[in-house]
């Protein structure tokens, strides 16, 4: 998440031998519900939601239905960001897809975690200050940055040969040299006109007032969690009185966005202490990940040499370099 895979999806399914549906999908791991808490829907004094060991084959059928208008021979994929931190997931495609080719992209994991809070934001899910989000549910926004444990689970159960690791700071600094390099995993021809993409890369929006803002966070929550309840394939009950609720919400979603509308721009730059700290934090729970995945995440996230291996390990060299 926040690591530009919109953008490679944008890339990838403009090959003519590639099949990917739009938006994310989220169904092996559909019941995690720390990575989906939007999909277990509370409604008209009822629960809804995904019973995946007693209903996987609707489940399965369903997921098959987002597939359905690639052509013959088109190589399919999907991008539901939430499968690699999710416990359930690496399992599941072991056992479900066993010849699945795997793209995982990383970003350095303090600004994804800020990135990934100002999403939060923009779609009405955050209604802290990012520092009060770290102190109070920390979890909510350091978890997918969590890449290492992650990783292992998938690199356990795969060959390497079919795992590919994207630095999103190689991604954003040589566009065309990383889809090439992508298209040539997946033996696929060179025939993309990478340049284009760069039209497409998500502008960065900010609320006009940030404030303001996380004020309509707090009156609409339940507003962001319904954009869910017609994904899955969930039997929600919906009382009497949810019309007026969501109407009413809607109005007040309507007079927010006139008078504080969304603009194009970068969020303020993050705290210069809060950056400390989720440095010091995030490399040491990745302790080991450039070791893993044979990248050098240390100099590229952290200014920190890697040296070459010694004695069958590694030694990380250099100081802690905030921002």
């Known amino acids: 998440m926040k690591c530009a ?49 007693n209903e996987r084959d609707k489940y399965l059928k369903w997921y098959a239905s987002f597939f359905q208008a690639a052509k013959p021979g088109q190589l399919l994929g999907e991008d539901s960001t939430t499968y690699l931190a999710s416990r359930n997931t690496a399992e599941r495609m072991a056992e479900l897809l066993p010849n699945v080719k795997l793209i995982f992209m990383l970003r350095d994991p303090g600004a994804r975690t800020y990135s990934h809070y100002w999403h939060l934001v923009r779609t009405g899910r955050a209604t802290q200050t990012f520092e009060e989000m770290l102190q109070f549910s920390p979890a909510s926004l350091l978890q997918r940055s969590l890449y290492k444990r992650q990783l292992e689970r998938y690199f356990r159960l795969f060959p390497r040969e079919r795992i590919k690791i994207i630095l999103f700071e190689d991604f954003t600094k040589n566009p065309v040299e990383v889809v090439n390099d992508t298209l040539e995993f997946l033996h696929l021809p060179k025939t993309l006109d990478v340049a284009r993409m760069r039209a497409h890369w998500n502008q960065a929006q900010v609320p006009l007032s940030f404030r303001l803002q996380l004020l309509r966070n707090r009156m609409i929550r339940a507003r962001a969690a319904r954009m869910y309840h017609n994904h899955l394939p969930l039997n929600v009950t919906k009382p009497w009185h949810a019309k007026i609720t969501n109407g009413a919400q809607e109005a007040v979603h309507l007079a927010f966005r006139l008078g504080n509308p969304m603009r194009v721009g970068s969020p303020p730059p993050m705290r210069p202490e809060t950056r400390e700290f989720l440095n010091v934090v995030l490399r040491t729970a990745n302790a080991g990940l450039a070791d893993l995945i044979d990248v050098d995440v240390e100099t590229k996230w952290y200014g920190a040499r890697r040296a070459g291996k010694v004695d069958g390990g590694s030694k990380l060299q250099g100081e802690l370099a905030p921002g």
């Open 5 to 53: 895979t919109t953008s490679l999806h944008y890339v990838l399914s403009g090959h003519p031998d590639v099949f990917i549906p739009d938006g994310e999908i989220g169904c092996l791991d559909m019941d995690d519900q720390e990575q989906h808490p939007d999909f277990f829907i509370y409604s008209g004094r009822r629960w809804a939601y995904p019973d995946w060991e």
